[in-house]
């Protein structure tokens, strides 16, 4: 079974520039999450996606968006782009059953991440 | 609100000795999860273990085995016999399964270097 997928691997832009990421999730998966690594921060969550729908946000500006589509390949946006936005971002996904009393119980499997960077 | 603590920043060990990696967390659920998962060079995060919050039986995998203490809220990670292979930044992670999403709390993470 293929892995997650993260596509580019590298990206190089600009400040004002906007980026987009792709990530394509484990075959059957229908959560899609947004992870942002910076050396300062260290891994910060920034959405999940389920069923093409949003259901959790990280404490982000609205540069960052993002979205999900019907075959659960996901997007994410990072429009008018700072320094700080320079940074490795990945993409994790899992099944996302619901077990017992509503509980979410399920493993994130995560891609190698786009590192972009920020001129 | 949530929180993993991973005191050790940086921990360098000569090969075939066992090191152990601390996680704390808080969190004010009854149920949750605890994740560790490896960070290779090469960027991608690979599981390693989950460990709910109603099973405080450790856990050996091969040379990995993990302590989980809810008396003092720790999850730590013990490698025996480590090896160059590794080395890798170890990430220990939080997630509450009530939420009714996949939001994962990590800790700073440990940077775990294995000395020829």
């Known amino acids: 079974k293929a892995g997650v997928t993260q596509t580019p691997r590298y990206l190089i832009k600009t400040r004002g520039q906007q980026v987009t990421l792709s990530c394509s999730p484990i075959?059957?998966?229908?959560?899609v999450s947004w992870y942002q690594q910076t050396p300062g921060q260290g891994l910060q969550f920034l959405f999940e996606y389920f069923s093409e729908t949003q259901r959790n946000k990280g404490n982000f500006p609205g540069r960052f968006s993002g979205r999900q589509f019907s075959n659960s390949r996901s997007e994410m946006n990072v429009s008018t782009l700072e320094l700080g936005d320079s940074a490795l971002y990945l993409c994790?996904?899992?099944?996302?059953?619901?077990?017992?009393?509503?509980?979410?119980?399920?493993?994130?499997?995560f891609g190698a991440g786009t590192r972009l960077s920020v001129l | 609100a949530q929180k993993v603590t991973q005191a050790q920043t940086e921990i360098s060990v000569v090969e075939k000795e066992d090191v152990t990696l601390d996680c704390v967390y808080e969190?004010?659920?009854?149920?949750?999860?605890l994740f560790w998962y490896k960070q290779p060079p090469s960027g991608e995060l690979v599981f390693l273990i989950r460990r709910n919050s109603f099973d405080e039986q450790n856990e050996i995998s091969g040379r990995y085995s993990w302590n989980f203490q809810k008396s003092t809220s720790s999850f730590n990670f013990t490698i025996t016999a480590s090896q160059v292979v590794d080395s890798a930044v170890y990430f220990c992670?939080?997630?509450?399964?009530?939420?009714?999403?996949?939001?994962?709390?990590f800790g700073t993470g440990t940077r775990l270097t294995i000395i020829p």
């Open positions: 992670a939080l997630k509450n399964p009530r939420s009714g999403n996949e939001k994962l709390t």
């Open positions: 075959s059957g998966h229908r959560s």
């Open positions: 994790a996904s899992s099944v996302s059953l619901i077990g017992g009393g509503g509980t979410v119980q399920n493993i994130q499997y």
């Open positions: 969190t004010r659920d009854t149920t949750y999860y």
